[in-house]
T-cell receptor, first 114, second 113 residues
Framework: NAGVTQTPKFQVLKTGQSMTLQCAQDMNHNSMYWYRQDPGMGLRLIYYSASEGTTDKGEVPNGYNVSRLNKREFSLRLESAAPSQTSVYFC?????????????FGQGTRLTVV | GDSVTQMEGPVTLSEEAFLTINCTYT??????LFWYVQYPGEGLQLLLK?????DKGSNKGFEATYRKETTSFHLEKGSVQVSDSAVYFC????????????FGSGTRLSIRP
C-alpha cells in the first residue's frame, strides 16, 4: 500500500523554467493538498482540492497552478520558477467524516531554483 | 480566517523530563485538531488527533486534550526519550472552510541523553 506518492524527490531549476510536481494517492481520498515548508515558517497551504473537479487557493497560491486530474492525482505546476520558490513541497490527502479527518503525507520534493 | 499558533522553539530537554508544547487555534466552526511529527529528512506523520471538544488524543506516551473553552490543544508527555527528538506540528481541519487543513509553524524538540 503506497499511500501518497510524490515525484520527483529532488529537482534543480533555473530561474524562469517551468515544471510540474506530480502527486498520486491510492487511499480513495476525496481531498488533496499541496504545501510548502520553509525554515521557521511551518507548512503553508498553496492549493487544495476538497473533491474531484474542484480546486481552491490556500495561503500562498501566487506563482503556482494546480490540476486535479482525477480522484487519485493532483499536480502542482510552476510556470516560471523564481528563487523564492526554493522549498520543500509536500502533497497530502485526506478522507472525510468524523473518523477519517487526518491528512496523509508524501515524502516531499526538495526544489531548488537557481 | 483559521489559524494555529504554537510554542516557539527550539525546545531542549533532558531525557525523562516532562514535555509541554502549547498550541492554540482560531476557527470559524468546530474543527478537528491534530499533532503531527516530522523526523529528519522525512514527511509528516500523524501523532494523535481529537475530533470534538473534551476528546483526548493519545499515542506513544503523548497526549493532548481538545479544550474548546480555551481554544487549545497542548501536547504533553510525562517522560521524553532521545528518540522523541523531532519537529512537532499542531494543525486543524475546519469543515466550514471546505476542509482546509492549516498547520502551525512547528516546534523543534531536542532531547539530551
Amino acid at each position: 500500500n503506497a499511500g501518497v506518492t510524490q515525484t520527483p524527490k529532488f529537482q534543480v531549476l533555473k530561474t524562469g523554467q517551468s515544471m510540474t510536481l506530480q502527486c498520486a494517492q491510492d487511499m480513495n481520498h476525496n481531498s488533496m493538498y499541496w504545501y510548502r515548508q520553509d525554515p521557521g515558517m511551518g507548512l503553508r497551504l498553496i492549493y487544495y482540492s476538497a473533491s474531484e473537479g474542484t480546486t481552491d487557493k490556500g495561503e500562498v497560491p501566487n506563482g503556482y497552478n494546480v490540476s486535479r486530474l482525477n480522484k487519485r492525482e493532483f499536480s502542482l505546476r510552476l510556470e516560471s520558477a523564481a528563487p523564492s520558490q526554493t522549498s520543500v513541497y509536500f502533497c497530502a490527502s485526506s478522507g472525510g467524516g468524523q473518523t477519517n479527518t487526518e491528512a496523509f503525507f508524501g515524502q516531499g520534493t526538495r526544489l531548488t531554483v537557481v | 480566517g483559521d489559524s494555529v499558533t504554537q510554542m516557539e522553539g527550539p525546545v531542549t530537554l533532558s531525557e525523562e523530563a516532562f514535555l509541554t508544547i502549547n498550541c492554540t487555534y482560531t476557527a470559524t466552526g468546530y474543527p478537528s485538531l491534530f499533532w503531527y511529527v516530522q523526523y529528519p529528512g522525512e514527511g509528516l506523520q500523524l501523532l494523535l488527533k481529537a475530533t470534538k471538544a473534551d476528546d483526548k488524543g493519545s499515542n506513544k506516551g503523548f497526549e493532548a486534550t481538545y479544550r474548546k473553552e480555551t481554544t487549545s490543544f497542548h501536547l504533553e508527555k510525562g517522560s521524553v526519550q532521545v528518540s522523541d527528538s523531532a519537529v512537532y506540528f499542531c494543525a486543524l481541519r475546519d469543515y466550514s472552510s471546505a476542509s482546509k487543513i492549516i498547520f502551525g509553524s512547528g516546534t523543534r524538540l531536542s532531547i539530551r541523553p
